[in-house]
């Protein structure tokens, strides 16, 4: 079967750097996203990682490794509003996207 | 407005009632999805459609009727619920479908409570 595997929750310090993990095993693989999704709100586009490598954006960067069916979400500089369930979801061969159940990241002071 | 509008934001129904979520996206999409999403479970799709035309249903119970009367408008209509149905009903929109960077743009959600 197809599956996504990331940490339930996770608590980091504001101004801090956490990294948010991600593996997979899927039917195939057509590129990795990553969403935010605030409580109460819609989940948001993050990135995509089709290449193995690191691709930053800012304070939050995105790495993929292929061969580890592994990917991590980098955020630096950590701010309040960060506090959010993050997505990690796989393309299959059959371009479905495969989720996992989400990160819930806790900010505090 | 701009993005992807869902209405109503808030849903409590009994077993035996029949109601609608509704979806509106304004971006020029050809592609709009319906998800069902659950506490600390992965969101499931439920279906897709592409140029009006449903091209996606998985599995889902036929108590979830789904209509797409043209690209911009998506309903999910609901009849005889159970009480774990009771979720967070997501629309999302995308460009396309079968590409890779086919980047998902989401609703808020309508937020449904059976009883």
């Known amino acids: 079967g197809q599956n996504i595997d990331q940490p339930t929750e996770m608590t980091a310090t504001e101004g801090a750097i956490v990294q948010i993990n991600c593996t997979y095993q899927t039917s195939g693989f057509n590129g990795l996203f990553w969403y935010q999704q605030h409580a109460g709100e819609a989940p948001t586009f993050l990135s995509y990682n089709v290449l193995d490598g690191l691709e930053e954006k800012g304070r939050f960067s995105s790495f993929l490794s292929r061969s580890k069916g592994y990917s991590y979400l980098l955020l630096k500089e950590l701010q309040m509003k960060d506090s959010a369930s993050y997505l990690c979801a796989v393309l299959d061969s059959n371009y479905q996207l495969i989720w996992g159940a989400g990160t819930k990241l806790i900010i505090k002071p | 407005e701009t993005g992807v509008t869902q209405t109503p934001r808030h849903l409590v129904m009994g077993m035996t009632n029949k109601k609608s979520l509704k979806c509106e996206q304004h971006?020029?999409?050809?592609?709009m999805y319906w998800y069902k999403q659950s506490a600390k479970k992965p969101l499931e799709l439920m279906f897709v459609y592409s140029l009006e035309e449903r091209v996606e249903n998985n599995s889902v119970p036929s108590r979830f009727s789904p209509e797409c009367p043209n690209s911009s408008h998506l309903f999910l209509h609901l009849h005889t619920l159970q009480p774990e149905d009771s979720a967070l009903y997501l629309c999302?929109?995308?460009?396309?479908?079968?590409?890779?960077?086919?980047?998902?743009?989401f609703g808020a959600g309508s937020r449904l409570t059976v009883l």
């Open positions: 971006l020029g999409h050809n592609a």
């Open positions: 999302a929109s995308s460009q396309d479908i079968g590409k890779g960077a086919n980047v998902l743009t």
